[in-house]
């Protein structure tokens, strides 16, 4: 295996495909790179056995520079051949297995010897044999991720709810997680493929999966999606991004949906992200993390406080306000995360009382659950 | 105590006088930072007990917005009043201790009340009565600075050596640092305060002190620098650091600095630089950490090895090589930060033998001392 490539693409796509890797993994092969030269090009691959992530760089490409002068793999430690390739001197690197799976890289007068592990070792890519292509909009996609990947738990007692939950069908791609103490739901239209007749998807996707594919992917392209019984493979560009999806059914989280609010304000969200970030430089001070909201005909007051340092309060600014008179405690870093989702917007929020979850909607959208995101309140002694 | 300020205005004096702030230390009122409202204006300081730094806002510059109600001192949590007040919603913001040293910040709606200490409390700055005062400029000073300071010692077990040792006489200035691995040293012209005289100053400053210093003066004013028995003062623009000297006797180091080679290689500064974080990147897997060089009448190679990783060498492009064959090893983080005191300069490398320290010198400046780097090289077996 020998060849020479352009330095600024290989460091590129090898960077895509570190993002799999993980650095406590304990399979020792899997803290190297796949390097794999064919007579087409080059397959640079990482994996962390959940996530594996493919780079091809086309030798058809004039861009890349990539001129092979005999195919074969090695699999190389990941971090030092980063380190390396970004510490060259020159534009163009070469590359050579040389002896027992020694692996020289050479730059202008810089010549490296790294110790390599034989190509066979790796692990195969699964084999994808869906039979529907769905073609995601890469803009929206991301959007809908980044809207719902906020409430993914990081727990890993119930491993189901470490993902998001989709359900793609009837022209709609619906994306739900949950923490159990918040909830985002997010539905997009989706063209279906046209074989896919009226079946429905139903499967959950490792929110650490969709957070790599969203970094890796750009806007120019779309993206396509194949899923198998337990696999997922979304490709990008030259990307192909395999994930492993979680086994278990998703409970159904309509019902935690309230249809009527007491008491509705409808604020500008970046506003109020501003205020909470004011309440939580105390809050985060105190065991319990709290900030609570009270609302009154009068004013309507954001505050915390913690008794060491001392406290804060603010009257929040709203676009409207009706209902009851209510007093309520949370979270301050969920409500931050949930009007953060939804950037320049105003949003209405809809309470039931102090101790039932209360739901953020976009303001120009309240009459369906499109886009929702749903927060517990915290029990006080004075709540 | 109450007055309104122009908030950028505190933020900006406030992180400077921050730096004298440890987070380890264990003076409770120190992890505070005072605030004193004169009729003059605002003083803010900041302390760990060896270094002092204090901010005056002058109540008369126009650009501060400064509107003083009533004078007064406080104390108040530093990391805390900087989160906040970088959150305040509105360029303006207000200070009043209310009741029992309970402080009041507002700005806009926002209101933050917190728990400050009584300004008494705080240690006085020590007095500075000097005879002279040094005008430094800041440019050179930072320069000297710079290069000195990485032979400074991290170990508190000889605390002498956790200072530059500066003397300063008969129109110059004599910074020097070791930490018994290596010797920097820089010679800097200065203009005398004509009530010097004869006077030869030999002062011992914290490395830590002068590092904060350099970080917070700018280029536009020279500094002016005053010293007593145990403490030494330097001010640039409105702002005062006030430094501990550190006690006892700064061993002679001139008869370390060799004045023949066996062994003279020159080369481009930041050219070595590169080659030596390339031979790093493995160097720094062994337990040992090293680079070697090997000097011979073909060619110069730099070169380094991890059992685990593999092995790394490079040819070395000189100006010039003279002298004898030389295979010496040595921690390439020494020669790295040595080589980058020097900037895009060429550097002239002299050599006496295997196991004696090596020089470096500005190519165009070998006749003397006014700028070297001393590193001791590392006896390996093969060495």
């Given amino acids: 295996m020998k060849f020479s490539i352009n330095r600024s693409v290989f460091i ?28 087409e090009g080059l397959y640079l691959t990482g994996s962390d056995a959940t996530i594996s992530i493919e780079a091809f760089i086309d030798a058809k490409d004039d861009d890349n520079k990539l001129k092979i002068e005999s195919t074969g793999d090695i699999v190389l430690p990941s971090r030092f051949l980063g380190e390396i390739v970004k510490k060259l001197p020159s ?9 027992n799976f020694q692996t020289e890289i050479t730059s202008d007068r810089a010549s490296f010897t790294l110790n390599g592990i034989n190509g066979s070792e790796y692990p195969r890519l699964p084999e994808i044999d869906a039979k529907q292509t769905y073609i995601l909009p890469t803009d929206t996609f991301k959007q809908v991720v980044n809207q719902t990947i906020i409430s993914v738990s990081n ?20 994306a739900v997680a949950t923490d159990s103490h918040r909830l985002s739901q997010r539905i997009m239209p989706l063209t279906m493929p046209e074989s896919a007749g009226d079946t429905v998807l139903d499967i959950n996707i490792p929110g650490r999966s ?9 806007s120019n392209e779309d993206i396509e999606m194949m899923v198998t019984d337990n696999q997922v493979l979304f490709k990008a560009r030259n990307i192909y991004l395999y994930s492993r999806l979680l086994e278990g059914n998703y409970p159904n989280t309509d019902r935690l949906l309230p249809n009527d609010h007491a008491t509705i304000i409808e604020v ?24 609570r909201l009270n609302i009154s005909d009068q004013d309507i007051i954001l505050s915390s406080q913690s008794a060491e340092v001392g406290n804060v309060e603010e009257e929040i600014n709203v676009v409207k306000a009706e209902g009851e008179a209510l007093e309520i405690s949370f979270n301050p870093d969920y409500l931050r995360e949930a009007l953060k989702s939804f950037g320049q917007q105003n949003v209405q929020i809809g309470f039931q009382s102090s101790s039932h979850p209360f739901t953020l909607l976009p303001s120009d959208q309240t009459d369906n659950f499109n886009f929702v995101q749903l927060i517990t309140p915290i029990r006080t002694p004075r709540g």
């Fill in 155 to 174: 727990q890993e007692i119930r491993p189901i709810f470490t993902g998001i939950h989709f359900e793609i069908g009837n022209g709609e791609l619906k």
């Fill in 268 to 291: 500008s969200a970046s506003e109020l992200v501003n205020a909470v970030e004011r309440a939580l430089i105390l809050s985060h001070e105190g065991k319990n993390n709290v900030v």
């Fill in 12 to 39: 590129h796509n090898l960077t895509d495909v570190q993002r799999a890797i993980s650095s406590r993994t304990t399979i020792p092969v899997l803290t190297g790179v796949k390097i794999s030269v064919k007579e």
């Fill in 91 to 99: 534009d163009m690197m070469n590359l050579e297995v040389v002896d």
């Fill in 210 to 218: 969709l957070q790599e594919l969203i970094r890796i992917v750009d």
